[in-house]
């Protein structure tokens, strides 16, 4: 089973994206849960990480759940504390704010809908995801 800590960062009404080295996709800050890292941890380490920036969490927006992967996902709203944003890392091609209503077009599977439960001040929501076949074979290439 996998599990993965994200991270919604929103300023002036546009959130943080990252672009990932690995892949050619947008995503949220945010990545692998260590064993015996809470979450919460998680979230500040990985932001911190890909971004350069120390975050607080503030609320968990929600759990989503895919099985077919046995993978969770907790997606929370975090602020920024401190820090500043790095050009590039080990994980990180780019990063740039992007306002909410015009994200870009390649992002991470799932992640519009995370963004779609914060817009909509969801809070704890726990989410059941079927990965679409599409999905599944694009996961299965890359």
């Known amino acids: 089973m996998s ?3 994200f991270n919604i ?3 002036d009404e546009r959130i943080l994206l990252v672009k990932r080295k690995d892949l050619p996709l947008w995503d949220l800050p945010g ?3 260590d064993p015996e890292e809470s979450e919460f941890d998680c979230a500040i380490r990985e932001a911190y ?5 120390i975050v607080k969490p503030k609320y968990l927006i929600g759990k989503y759940v895919i099985e077919e992967l046995d993978d969770t996902q907790f997606v929370y709203k975090s602020n920024i504390e401190s ?5 590039s890392g080990p994980e990180t091609k780019e990063l740039r704010y992007f306002n909410l209503n015009y994200l870009p077009l390649f992002m991470v599977p799932n992640r519009r809908r995370q963004i779609k439960d914060f817009q909509d ?4 929501k726990e989410v059941m995801i079927k990965e679409k076949f599409l999905i599944r074979l694009l996961r299965k290439i890359l």
């Open 3 to 5: 599990k993965g800590v």
């Open 9 to 11: 960062i929103v300023q």
């Open 31 to 33: 990545g692998h849960l």
């Open 49 to 53: 990480e890909e971004t350069g920036l």
């Open 83 to 87: 820090g500043e944003l790095i050009k």
């Open 121 to 124: 001040k969801n809070e704890n």
